[in-house]
């Protein structure tokens, strides 16, 4: 199917930006640390997976810390936040909203619930699994409870959502009532964490990335349609709902997944898409790639200053995206305001 737009593509120079940023996130997070690896240290180790390359040999402890700890850390956070993002700049397509984030259908009540039942229940094996079941079962219910009530625009689904949301959220309150013994427990999974036990969770999340990103990606110039508004690409020959349904899947299966393994960390899905389309634009096809980009990036500087600004205590990653995106929040409310007067 052809979509008559003008042809949007990627600055090189933001694009390269865009490369260099992610790259010098990451290589601060595997730099830097609270656990007793030097810099010069885990220079060598990366080094000596060069070929070629004849890099000074380090003790087995630093390996460990390196390629058990820090590593997968870094890049299972390079993977939340490039999710979130993604996941956020589809539904701000989807459903025409600048403020509309990951968990904007009921995902981040539902994944607290899974989270709380698997907790008070003593299922800790499986909080993860939880929280993801409970993310998509939230999202499913609000998009039908939204078709049902004859909701052939973005907002009934989003009514929907919120309902969900509200209800999900009193289920959750009840069983942390019943269960106080666990509320730290409960507390600490929902203020967000990124895990370090190896490469279990890394392993655990990539498929869906990977899927979520395809679609995502294959879809994004149906954005720029449906931002022209629903009947204007029916007209155009946009299935609008089948498009919607497919795009919401993915975002949320990605969000669903990243939720599983870092608990709820809020304003990633907001800050980042935001801060792409005041550099490049709002075409979804910049803004789609460059959000993954940018918000892996932003997820690992993040992860680092909550590792390291109360060495060695760590603070939860979901008060350092919201101390970071609360401001931010209240800005783009302002400027959407501002824009609509």
Do not use: K
């Amino acid at each position: 199917m052809s979509i008559p737009l003008a042809p949007s593509r990627i600055r090189p120079a933001v694009a390269v930006g865009g490369v260099a940023v992610l790259a010098g996130a990451l290589l601060a997070g595997v730099l830097v640390g609270p656990a007793g690896l030097p810099a010069a240290s885990a220079l060598s180790a990366l080094f000596q997976w060069v070929p070629g390359v004849d890099a000074p040999a380090i003790s087995d402890a630093h390996q460990s810390i390196l390629f058990s700890w820090r590593l997968p850390r870094v890049v299972l956070g390079a993977l939340v936040g490039g999710c979130l993002a993604m996941s956020g700049a589809a539904y701000q397509g989807v459903f025409r909203n600048p403020l509309a984030d990951p968990f904007l259908l009921g995902a981040a009540a539902g994944a607290g619930l899974g989270a709380t039942l698997a907790i008070t229940t003593g299922a800790r094996a499986i909080i993860g699994l939880a929280a993801f079941l409970g993310a998509i079962v939230a999202v499913g219910i609000a998009y039908v409870l939204g078709r049902a009530a004859g909701g052939r625009t973005g907002a009934a689904i989003i009514l929907a959502g919120v309902a969900v949301a509200a209800f999900f959220t009193a289920m959750q309150t009840y069983l942390q009532q019943r269960s106080t013994d666990t509320l730290r427990e409960v507390y600490v999974w929902i203020l967000g964490r990124l895990s370090t036990n190896g490469w279990g969770d890394v392993t655990a999340l990539a498929p869906y990335a990977v899927v979520s990103g395809v679609v995502i990606f294959a879809f994004r110039r149906h954005l720029d349609v449906l931002a022209l508004g629903e009947d204007e690409a029916a007209t155009l020959g946009v299935p609008v709902a089948r498009i919607r349904l497919l795009l919401v899947a993915a975002a949320t299966l990605a969000t669903s997944a990243a939720v599983s393994v870092s608990g709820l960390i809020g304003f990633v899905g907001i800050i980042v898409p935001h801060l792409v389309r005041l550099v490049t634009g709002s075409s979804y096809r910049v803004v789609v790639p460059l959000s993954m980009i940018f918000g892996a990036a932003f997820m690992v500087i993040t992860d680092l200053g909550a590792r390291t600004v109360m060495s060695p205590a760590e603070l939860p990653i979901g008060v350092v995206t919201a101390f970071v995106g609360a401001p931010f929040f209240l800005l783009v409310l302002r400027r959407s305001r501002r824009t609509a007067l």
